[in-house]
């Protein structure tokens, strides 16, 4: 995502080891935690951190010091299993000076990989899938004892509604929520709906307190999660699948993605309200119309297409065309005329011709998205495309594809940044910039980075800050008063 000159274009993040600001004194065993990936695995790092809390473990930044060490997982791309087999080797090889050191794996590769890990390769201890944390204590006490431990069963009603995350990385000003889990949309490309399970959605009454509670503790920004955020539909309970089968009673009072989004809006008036992942076939006009009623509510959109030619998405079972796609960009922009959108797009994927490409590119002309992220076509074992179409497109032109849709991207980015300067916008401070301590850094509500002098002013403050200047990622001033919103 292009929100800083330093960030890679590909999001294979790493959630670090930070130290969680919840240890307890009385802990006396010690994990280590990294997250590859989506968001949805940072956010079920700190469920796990939590649940591993209870059973005396503290978070620790010093990997030699670990009595436990987790990797929590992504499969979506192969580039991000390579990275994950490295640290899996740097893990054992410090386990090798200490004996004592556990290693487990978690999250999407864990549920595909599980007999390479513990049979075949031997690289870890235990092997945890996204819907069995709540087993960890059971598999910790068969590690302890000397057996390897796994349980990667999907679930259909797992949402961890219950378990308070321990905040990892913690800034202090924003924090995940997450509100559904799995997937049912069967993309040809993506390994998720067999990683994760059918969709299901969590309490709205539970995703509400946890945002009181987070604004109780001082943080002023949450973002909303789920694979596919605009599925969210709570009925009582169940797969969404079976909402036909319901009550009246159930259908009349169930909560859809925009009514979510109105409740937490009304229950927390001061706090910045994010939400990703969004599905084009999924999103409705209410969601866009909730957005536009409420200030609080951020501006921006993580619109994934994948592709621009219909015959590719037809191929990639996305059950919307570019022209359904125009359209949606063409309501957003029309009820909230400053929203930003962000794009995922694939290149390469089998069977794309050169005209498929530059349909991909027009349509990126058409959007002019303010931020991308942008991977060539990678082929992931057990996934539909990978069972029934020759990954035929060469290397080097899915590179030289990739690069002309970063180019172009990048000259969407500039041109989006240029639309900023000149004005004055509220920026949430989220810490000190990467290039000068004398800097603050945080976003508007387009999840724009901004920098500007540190002057007074702090960690947490909504403030006014009047654009300059700006680089294709980020944009450049100067505060000139503090928001009406602190």
């Not at 864990?110 to 390479?116: F, T, V």
């Not at 870890?124 to 996204?130: A, E, T």
């Not at 945080?442 to 680089?471: A, H, L, M, W």
């Amino acid at each position: 995502m292009m929100q800083n000159d330093t960030e890679k274009i590909i999001d294979e993040k790493v959630q670090g080891t930070a130290l969680s600001l919840e240890n307890n004194s009385k802990n006396t065993r010690k994990l280590y935690i990294e997250s590859y990936g989506c968001q949805m695995n940072f956010s079920d790092s700190e469920i796990v951190a939590s649940i591993l809390a209870k059973e005396g473990f503290n978070t620790t930044q010093k990997l030699e010091e670990a009595d436990l060490v987790l990797v929590n997982t992504c499969s979506i791309r192969e580039k991000a299993e390579q990275t994950v087999r490295k640290r899996l080797e740097k893990y054992n090889a410090v386990k090798r000076t200490n004996p004592g050191m556990k290693v487990g794996v978690l999250g999407c590769m864990a549920e595909r990989l599980k007999s390479k890990f513990l049979e075949e390769e031997k690289m870890v201890d235990m092997v945890v899938g996204p819907d069995a944390y709540k087993d960890l204590p059971n598999l910790i006490k068969e590690i302890d004892e000397g057996r390897n431990a796994v349980n990667v069963i999907l679930s259909k009603d797992e949402t961890y509604g219950d378990v308070a995350p321990v905040r990892l990385n913690s800034n202090g000003v924003s924090a995940f929520v997450s509100i559904t889990r799995g997937c049912d949309n069967m993309c040809t490309f993506c390994v998720v709906p067999f990683t994760r399970g059918r969709e299901r959605s969590r309490d709205p009454q539970s995703i509400i307190d946890e945002v009181n509670d987070l604004w109780d503790r001082g943080f002023k920004e949450i973002t909303l999660l789920g694979q596919n955020v605009d599925s969210y539909l709570w009925y009582g309970g169940g797969l969404k699948k079976d909402f036909d089968k319901a009550t009246d009673m159930q259908k009349a009072t169930s909560v859809n993605f925009a009514k979510l989004l109105e409740l937490v809006a009304l229950a927390q008036p001061k706090m910045r309200i994010r939400f990703s992942t969004s599905n084009p076939q999924d999103m409705t006009l209410d969601v866009i119309d909730t957005m536009a009623k409420f200030d609080n509510i951020c501006k921006y959109i993580h619109l994934p297409v994948q592709s621009g030619s219909d015959r590719i998405l037809k191929e990639m079972n996305r059950l919307h065309t570019r022209q359904e796609y125009f359209t949606l960009i063409d309501n957003i922009k029309a009820r909230i005329p400053d929203c930003a959108i962000s794009q995922d797009m694939i290149t390469g994927f089998p069977t794309e011709t050169e005209e498929d490409h530059q349909d991909t590119l027009s349509l990126m002309e058409y959007v002019k998205y303010d931020f991308g992220f942008m991977f060539a076509y990678s082929e992931r074992p057990g996934t539909l495309a990978a069972r029934k179409l020759e990954d035929d497109v060469p290397e080097a032109i899915k590179k030289r594809r990739l690069t002309e849709i970063i180019n172009l991207q990048q000259e969407h980015a500039l041109y989006r940044t240029q639309q900023h300067v000149g004005k004055t916008e509220e920026v949430l401070i989220e810490g000190t910039s990467k290039k000068s301590d004398a800097h603050w850094m945080g976003r508007n509500s387009q999840n724009t980075v901004v920098v500007f002098p540190k002057e007074d002013y702090k960690v947490g403050q909504f403030v006014n800050v009047k654009i300059n200047d700006c680089t294709s990622a980020t944009l450049i001033g100067e505060a000139v008063s503090l928001s009406k919103n602190n």
